[in-house]
C-alpha cells in the first residue's frame, strides 16, 4: 500500500509539473504571443509539417542538410490533424508534448538513481529552467535531442540488461537520435561503458553477440535517415566549422567559464546571478561529494562528462549555442537536488539553508520565465544570438496580407520566419537558402512579389527589379552546384 500511495503522489506532483509547464506558456499559445518569438530555423519545423499535410508525404530532413531530421514536424502533423490546423499553436504544443515527455523519462531515471525527492526538484525547476532552455518551447531548435536523449538514458537506467532485445533496443534508439539530432546520442558511449561493465557483458562471446544485436538496431533506427537521403534533390547547406586544435579547444574552455557556463544555469539573467551560481555549484558539488560507484550514478556522470567534452573539443558547437548542453542540464540539476536532499538530512538550520536554495533557483527561473513571455508577448523577444529579424513581424504580416503577393524575398533569418506566420512563400537570397530548387521555382512565378529588409519593410518590386533577383537566385544555386561538385 505504501508503494502504492508513492506512486499515487509521484503521478500527482508530475501531472503539476506538466500543468505548471503549459500555464507558464499560456502567453506563447495564445495572441499576440502565438505569432512573435519565432526564427526562421523553428519556422521551418512548422513548414516542413504543413507541406507533409498538404503533399500527404512524409519527409525525413530538415531542408537543405543530412543532420537534422524531422521528429518536431511530425508531432506537429499529428496534433495539427487533430486540431484541423498545422499552425504556431499545433507546433508549439507539438514541442511541449516533446519536452514533457522528455522531462518525464529524466524523471524516472533521476528517480531510479538519486531518489524521488531530487528527481521531483529537477522537474519543478526545469518546468520553466533557464532562457536558453525555456527557448526551446517557443524557438524549437533541439528538442528532438533533448527528447531521444532522455529516452535513451531512462532506457538503460530503468533496466539491467540481460537479453540481446535490450541491446537491439539501445542500437534502434542510437539510430533514431542519430536521424533525430546527433546530439541526442552523446548519451550512448556512456550507455555501452555502463551496460558492459555493470551488466555483466563481458568476454568475447558475449561482447560479439551484444555488437551486433547493437548494430543491428542501429541500421534499423538509421532507416529515416537513408530514407531522407533517397529524397535530397538539391546540393546541401554545409556549417561552417572551425578547424580543430589545442588552442582552439583552449580559447573553447575560455569562452565556457567566462560567458557559456553562467547562460548554462541561468545566472546571466539576473542582478544576483553571480549568488545564483554560487549556491548551484555548492549544491551540485555536495550532492557529488558522497555519490557511490553505482550503476546509475555512473552512467549519469559519464554522460555528463561526454556532453562537456563535445562541448569543449567538437567544432560543431561554439559559444552562445548552450542546446548541444540540453542533456547536461537534468544531470547538473539532479546533482544540485541531491545537495538538497542532503542539506535537508542534516540539521534543522541546514534544512533552512536548503529551503532557502530551493527558492532561489526557482524564483530566478520561474520570475524570469514569466518576464520572458510577457516580453515576447509584446513584440520584444524577436531577436535571436546576433541574427538579424529583431523586429516585431506584426507590420510586415499586415503588409504581407494586404499585398496579394506570389513569392517575397528576404534574407534567411527573416524569409522562412515570415512564411510560416504569413503563408506567403518567401525565397532566401544573399544568404543560406535550405530550399534552393523551391526557390528557383518561385522565382518564375507570374505575379506580384515583395523584398522584405532587414529592418521589416515590405517593399513591392518593380519588373526590373524582380528579373535582377531572380537571376540573383539562380546564379546562387548555380555557385552552389559547382561547388559540390568540385
Known amino acids: 500500500m505504501e508503494n502504492a500511495a508513492r506512486r499515487r503522489l509521484d503521478a500527482v506532483l508530475f501531472a503539476a509539473s506538466a500543468a505548471a509547464f503549459v500555464v507558464l506558456r499560456i502567453p506563447l499559445y495564445t ?87 531530487a528527481a521531483h526538484l529537477v522537474v519543478f525547476w526545469l518546468v520553466a529552467g533557464p532562457s536558453w532552455f525555456f527557448k526551446l518551447s517557443y524557438a524549437p531548435n533541439a528538442e528532438q535531442m533533448f527528447l531521444v536523449g532522455a529516452a535513451i538514458t531512462w532506457f538503460v537506467a530503468s533496466r539491467r540488461f540481460e537479453t540481446l532485445w535490450q541491446w537491439a533496443i539501445l542500437g534502434i534508439l542510437g539510430g533514431l537520435g542519430w536521424w533525430a539530432h546527433r546530439g541526442a546520442v552523446l548519451v550512448l558511449p556512456a550507455a555501452v561503458m555502463t551496460v558492459v561493465w555493470f551488466d555483466g557483458w563481458r568476454g568475447w562471446r558475449r561482447v560479439t553477440n551484444a555488437a551486433l544485436a547493437f548494430g543491428a538496431g542501429i541500421a534499423l533506427g538509421c532507416l529515416p535517415l537513408l530514407a531522407g537521403r533517397l529524397q535530397i534533390d538539391q546540393p546541401l547547406y554545409r556549417p561552417v566549422t572551425a578547424v580543430w586544435s589545442l588552442d582552439r579547444a583552449a580559447q573553447r574552455l575560455v569562452e565556457t567559464l567566462m560567458n557559456d557556463f553562467w547562460t548554462f544555469l541561468g545566472a546571466r539573467e539576473h542582478r544576483f546571478g553571480v549568488l545564483l551560481a554560487v549556491v548551484m555549484v555548492s549544491l551540485a558539488a555536495a550532492g557529488a ?111 504581407l496580407r ?60 518593380s519588373a526590373p527589379e524582380e528579373a535582377a533577383l531572380r537571376a540573383e537566385t539562380v546564379a546562387h544555386h548555380l555557385r552552389r552546384a559547382r561547388s559540390e561538385s568540385r
Not at 304 to 332: D, E, K, M, Q
Open 289 to 399: 561529494s558522497r555519490l557511490r560507484r553505482e550503476r546509475n550514478s555512473v552512467f549519469l556522470i559519464i554522460s555528463l562528462a561526454t556532453s562537456l567534452g563535445f562541448w569543449i573539443f567538437s567544432t560543431n558547437a561554439y559559444s552562445g549555442a548552450t542546446r548541444y548542453l540540453a542533456l547536461a542540464l537534468p544531470i547538473v540539476l539532479g546533482l544540485a537536488a541531491r545537495g538538497v536532499v542532503l542539506l535537508w538530512s542534516w540539521t534543522p538550520a541546514a534544512r533552512v539553508v536548503a529551503v532557502a536554495a530551493v527558492l532561489l533557483v526557482a524564483v530566478s527561473y520561474y520570475g524570469g520565465r514569466i518576464l520572458e513571455t510577457n516580453r515576447i508577448a509584446a513584440g520584444k523577444g524577436e531577436q535571436h544570438e546576433q541574427w538579424p529579424g529583431g523586429f516585431d513581424p506584426r507590420p510586415a504580416l499586415r503588409q
Open 402 to 461: 494586404d499585398g496579394d503577393y506570389r513569392a517575397c524575398y528576404a534574407d534567411f533569418w527573416i524569409a522562412y520566419k515570415l512564411e510560416w506566420l504569413s503563408g506567403v512563400p518567401f525565397i532566401p537570397y544573399r544568404s543560406v537558402d535550405r530550399t534552393q530548387m523551391r526557390s528557383i521555382r518561385l522565382a518564375a512565378l507570374p505575379g506580384p512579389k515583395c523584398r522584405v529588409g532587414m529592418d521589416g519593410t515590405v517593399s513591392r518590386l
Open 31 to 117: 495572441q499576440p504571443g502565438l505569432q512573435l518569438g519565432w526564427n526562421s530555423d523553428s519556422a521551418l519545423f512548422g513548414i516542413i509539417a504543413r507541406e507533409m499535410v498538404r503533399e500527404s508525404k512524409v519527409l525525413w530532413f530538415f531542408p537543405g542538410q543530412d543532420y537534422l531530421g524531422t521528429l518536431t514536424s511530425m508531432f506537429a502533423v499529428a496534433v495539427g490533424l487533430l486540431m484541423n490546423d498545422v499552425g504556431p499553436l499545433a507546433l508549439r504544443l507539438a514541442v511541449a508534448f516533446e519536452l514533457i515527455l522528455g522531462l518525464f523519462f529524466f524523471w524516472d531515471a533521476l528517480r531510479r538513481t538519486w531518489g524521488r525527492g
